[in-house]
């Protein structure tokens, strides 16, 4: 398996942000990439937020870290929790996303997963469905 491609973008609030692009040589190597960020061959698991044919976009599942949860309680208790709900809901926005895609290039399936990503679209979507 090849590291990340990063690519950069702007956001509709002036933003720059980075996303991770996997790019997979072969069909077997997109599949082992898949079932990777699914959490079936050990990696963290990811929600998929669009699956296509030739690409798939993941977003990281996350509430925060639990240290920081825990220094969040110990600095703001008098707040019963809420601060600790805040940032959770906030770190859960700010995961991290990456594409998984057969190959480099032009396909239409990474086109819509690229405009997902920078749409933030919370909505699931599967081509062909």
Same mark, same amino acid.
Do not use: C
């Given at each position: 398996? %090849?590291? !990340?491609e990063?690519?950069k973008?702007?956001? /509709? @609030?002036?933003? +720059?942000?980075?996303l991770?692009v996997?790019?997979?040589?072969?069909?077997? %190597?997109?599949?082992?990439?898949v079932?990777? !960020?699914?959490?079936? @061959?050990?990696g963290?698991?990811?929600? #998929?937020m669009?699956?296509?044919?030739? &690409?798939? @976009?993941?977003k990281?599942?996350? *509430?925060?870290?639990?240290?920081g949860?825990i #220094? @969040?309680?110990?600095?703001t208790? *008098?707040?019963?929790?809420? +601060?600790?709900?805040? !940032?959770?809901? &906030?770190?859960?926005? /700010? &995961?991290? %996303?990456?594409?998984?895609?057969?190959? $480099?290039?032009f =396909?239409?399936?990474?086109? +819509?997963? *690229?405009?997902? $990503?920078?749409?933030?679209? =919370?909505?699931?979507? +599967?081509a062909?469905t």
């Open positions: 398996m %090849e590291g !990340y990063s690519v973008f702007q956001d /509709k @609030l002036g933003a +720059v942000e980075t991770r996997r790019t997979a040589t072969s069909d077997e %190597e997109f599949e082992q990439m079932a990777f !960020y699914e959490g079936q @061959l050990g963290d698991r990811h929600r #998929v669009y699956r296509g044919a030739d &690409a798939v @976009l993941f990281q599942r996350t *509430w925060g870290s639990i240290p949860h #220094v @969040l309680f110990i600095f208790f *008098w707040t019963f929790g809420l +601060v600790n709900i805040f !940032y959770a809901f &906030a770190a859960r926005q /700010k &995961a991290g %996303e990456v594409i998984v895609r057969r190959t $480099s290039g =396909s239409p399936d990474f086109e +819509v997963a *690229w405009q997902k $990503s920078q749409n933030k679209s =919370s909505d699931v979507f +599967v062909g």
